[in-house]
């Protein structure tokens, strides 16, 4: 049973610059949550998608998007790059909403 | 405003000494109180789910309990492969409020 994954692994962009990560959900999840998590600290919620709409979300701007299709899986959008994206994005997911989340492996950002 | 405050931020013990991890928190609705694994550059790894307090749960030489205000993860002769970050979080109103972690180290 595959789990959670994730892509890429790693990136390199330069400020201003747009981003798209993707992820799948483990087998039969139907949530996928988005965060994002800077060196030494827990992760930060971006947004949740459930039935193909953001149903939830954090603190993040609008630079920060989102999409999910129909067979469950996301994509995460970044636009107008800043140094302060810098991060590694992790996708979690879960059945109807439910916390009890199953994480992939990342993606580290760095942008130059 | 919800806040989840995990300590010691760092830990080092001797392989076979015991200690506790501490998390708590203030969430306006608690629905849940999550412990998971990071290894470094990896995801973090689900370890136990906490609803009530007075709820216990263990796993091989974890044991996390939950209070009103906060929750202990409980490592009994830990080893080596025990060293990573240990994260907290909460699910308040739903949506994960996290710790910044508990960075535990074994050495043999």
């Known amino acids: 049973d595959a789990g959670v994954t994730q892509s890429p692994t790693h990136l390199i962009k330069t400020r201003g610059q747009q981003v798209t990560l993707r992820c799948s959900p483990k087998?039969?999840?139907?949530?996928v949550s988005w965060y994002q998590q800077a060196l030494g600290q827990g992760p930060q919620f971006i947004f949740q998608?459930?039935?193909?709409?953001?149903?939830q979300r954090g603190n993040f701007p609008d630079r920060f998007s989102g999409h999910q299709f129909p067979n469950y899986s996301s994509e995460l959008n970044v636009n107008a790059l800043l140094l302060g994206d810098s991060a590694l994005y992790l996708c979690?997911?879960?059945?109807?909403?439910?916390?009890?989340?199953?994480f992939g492996p990342g993606t580290r950002l760095t942008v130059l | 405003e919800d806040q989840v405050t995990q300590s010691p931020e760092a830990l080092r013990l001797q392989e076979g000494e015991s200690s506790s991890l501490n998390c708590s928190y203030t969430?306006?609705?608690?629905?849940?109180l999550f412990w998971y694994r990071q290894d470094p550059g990896k995801g973090p790894e689900f370890l136990f789910t906490?609803?009530?307090?007075?709820e216990e749960k263990e796993k091989e030489r974890l044991k996390a309990t939950l209070t009103k205000k906060e929750s202990f993860l409980h490592i009994t002769a830990p080893k080596p492969e025990d060293s990573a970050t240990y994260l907290c979080?909460?699910?308040?109103?739903?949506?994960?409020?996290w710790g910044a972690g508990t960075k535990l180290i074994i050495k043999p």
């Open positions: 979690a997911s879960s059945i109807r909403q439910t916390n009890e989340q199953f």
């Open positions: 906490l609803y009530s307090a007075g």
């Open positions: 969430v306006s609705g608690l629905r849940g």
């Open positions: 998608y459930y039935e193909e709409e953001e149903r």
């Open positions: 087998s039969g999840h139907d949530t």
């Open positions: 979080a909460v699910d308040s109103n739903y949506q994960l409020i």
